[in-house]
């Protein structure tokens, strides 16, 4: 549940954002410095708690991330812009959830992600495409979507929920509650 109100929560922020991009904000320091954006990467670090809590099923951990999350909210929010702390962190965020993984043995997932962000990166850093580097690079980033999805499911924590959602499920068809 957690990783799937990660990336419901940070969607319309997003979109938000990226609709201001392109039809309000001009380039430059404008649109650097606005609201919006730091709104989208605000929800980019509130991603990265659930995600740490979501795949690790660790409240330590969780709150580890949620002390990083918030001191990165705090910052995002200070006046003036600081790219190369915020880029910092954004790695940070991005890298964070991946050490669940790590710890419970997933290497192919977590080479997968590697992999995944390890292009993202590339794509936002030189922008190859030009105009369509970001775009790019968004469909790249949701890759690590369902791997994130499916890794939540095999951990131990989970089973229970699981257990209790096929029952729910088994007993609304067994009385047509489809």
Not at 9 to 28: R, V
Not at 33 to 39: E, G, P, V
């Amino acid at each position: 549940m957690a990783v799937v109100t990660a990336f419901i929560l940070h969607s319309p922020c997003s979109i938000q954002y990226h609709l201001l991009c392109a039809f309000k904000l001009p380039p430059g320091p404008k649109r650097m410095d606005h609201w919006s954006r730091r709104l989208d990467q605000t929800m980019i670090h509130w991603i990265s708690f659930f995600l740490c809590y979501g795949l690790s099923g660790s409240i330590d951990y969780a709150l580890i991330s949620l002390t990083f999350t918030l001191d990165s909210m705090y910052r995002l929010f200070q006046s003036g812009h600081r790219p190369k702390r915020i880029l910092i962190r954004m790695v940070g965020a991005f890298l964070m959830p991946v050490l669940p993984l790590v710890t419970n043995g997933y290497i192919l997932e977590v080479m997968q992600l590697l992999a995944i962000y390890g292009v993202s990166g590339w794509l936002f850093s030189t922008y190859p495409f030009k105009g369509w580097s970001h775009g790019t690079f968004h469909l790249v980033c949701a890759l690590s979507v369902p791997i994130y999805l499916d890794a939540s499911t095999k951990l131990m924590v989970s089973q229970d929920a699981i257990q209790i959602a096929a029952k729910c499920a088994a007993l609304a068809q067994a009385t047509g509650f489809e």
